[in-house]
């Protein structure tokens, strides 16, 4: 049975919440205390029904605001299919939070507000979900309720989105689902009070829609994480590079080259736990053997000799901005690719994107949630895949160096100079 990972966006009050707890109250996914804990509960809906949000605003400053802040992820499972939900915030000062619970799906559901229809934060999150190659795009609209199940209101609503995807919105995979989160039409089951409608449940897509594997590519990519070279004489000749494996498959007798020396050996074995198997996949945590005793240390990455990654100091990449602070480019970040730590400065700022008409606008600094383009000079030579490629190796994240804070989510585009 395979995973489905997915995440919700929207703006503020779209229903992100109560539409994932409709999910979860409807497939009978809730535990017993948590269902006695909703029916004791005090927070109610208007019309006095259960406000099936509580089931992910674990935050007490969310369940005190009525908003969500933090990531929440949920589990649950059908018979068809097992699925990993991250509840994103919808405030515009949360944007980081929400970068974060997307860098990882498979699909997005972003909700539109019926009454409202497509707002900034709407284009925000369809931008940086175009940004992150997120494979498929749920757009739900939200509170058909309160708009009398109006088909009108949803082809409009489709429509104004429809532009955006034709002017300068990238998204390749897009099904509309008129919604009502609080009433339950068309989460789980087909709703009544929209007949015109002829598409399936949302539940029903999120079960048969295809999922193409863990998002990474066949280039086989590990950072050295740990130089194992345990000092005992039984074991003098040990020496061990620990590590995850980002994408791709290791096997026994694969030549590897190890970045950035470009030094290059044959894998002589493989070692998970106690056992020793000839292929190790993307995911697994391993320690590989060499044949040869060359030098490699920490930050280090051991890749397929035949698809090598790009190599190199100036790199062009997607900049999200997280910090409240604007982006200073007279001072020295530190870049964390994987676990490779080096300094870098923003050597020039391309562009920056106007989220309310998605054009390229000249810019000389990045604020919070600023979403644009970059040139990144890095201290060490770093061994990367372009993000379209690759996104587990294609990405890294910007650190203040003056309050350790992470700053900034970039997303490798192209070598730069």
Request: aromatic content about 8%; glycine content about 6%.
């Amino acid at each position: 049975m395979n995973i489905l990972k997915f995440f919700t966006a929207g703006s503020v009050d779209d229903g992100k919440s109560t539409l994932i707890g409709r999910l979860l109250y409807d497939t009978g996914s809730i535990l017993a205390d948590q269902l006695e804990a909703l029916q004791t509960s005090n927070r109610k809906n208007d019309d006095g029904s259960i406000d099936l949000a509580i089931l992910t605003d674990g935050l007490r400053a969310e369940r005190e605001q009525g908003i969500t802040i933090d990531v929440a992820y949920k589990y649950f499972q059908t018979d068809k299919r097992k699925f990993i939900i991250a509840d994103t915030p919808g405030h515009i000062q949360y944007t980081r939070n929400m970068v974060t619970g997307a860098s990882t799906a498979n699909l997005a559901i972003i909700l539109i507000d019926a009454r409202n229809g497509v707002v900034e934060q709407t284009i925000r999150h369809s931008y940086l979900v175009s940004l992150l190659g997120v494979s498929h795009v749920v757009i739900c609209i939200n509170k058909m309720d309160m708009e009398g199940y109006s088909e009108e209101v949803y082809n409009n609503i489709t429509e104004t989105y429809k532009n955006l995807l034709a002017s300068n919105l990238k998204l390749n995979d897009v099904t509309f689902i008129p919604v009502s989160a609080l009433k339950g039409d068309n989460i789980v089951n087909l709703s009544e009070n929209m007949p015109w409608y002829k598409g399936t449940s949302l539940l029903d897509f999120l079960e048969t829609v295809e999922v193409t594997g863990n998002q990474t590519s066949d280039y086989a990519r590990m950072p050295v994480q740990w130089v194992i070279r345990p000092q005992t004489e039984e074991l003098h000749d040990y020496r061990g590079y620990a590590g995850r494996i980002l994408s791709g498959t290791f096997k026994i007798n694969d030549k590897v080259t190890v970045l950035p020396s470009g030094s290059s050996s044959v894998i002589d074995k493989i070692e998970v736990f106690d056992k020793a198997p000839e292929e190790v996949t993307a995911g697994m945590s391993v320690t590989l053997h060499l044949k040869d005793n060359i030098d490699i240390s920490r930050g280090d990455v051991l890749v397929n000799s035949a698809s090598l990654p790009q190599s190199s100091q100036l790199i062009e990449a997607d900049l999200c901005w997280m910090d409240n602070k604007p982006m200073d480019d007279s001072i020295t970040y530190f870049l964390q690719h994987n676990s490779k730590l080096t300094k870098c400065k923003v050597r020039e700022i391309l562009y920056k994107v106007n989220i309310n008409t998605l054009e390229k606008e000249d810019a000389h600094e990045f604020k919070l949630n600023d979403i644009g383009r970059v040139i990144i000079k890095t201290a060490d030579e770093l061994a990367y895949d372009l993000y379209s490629e690759n996104k587990a190796n294609g990405s890294a994240i910007l650190i203040d160096s003056r309050t350790n804070l992470t700053v900034g989510a970039l997303m490798f585009r192209a070598v730069a100079g």
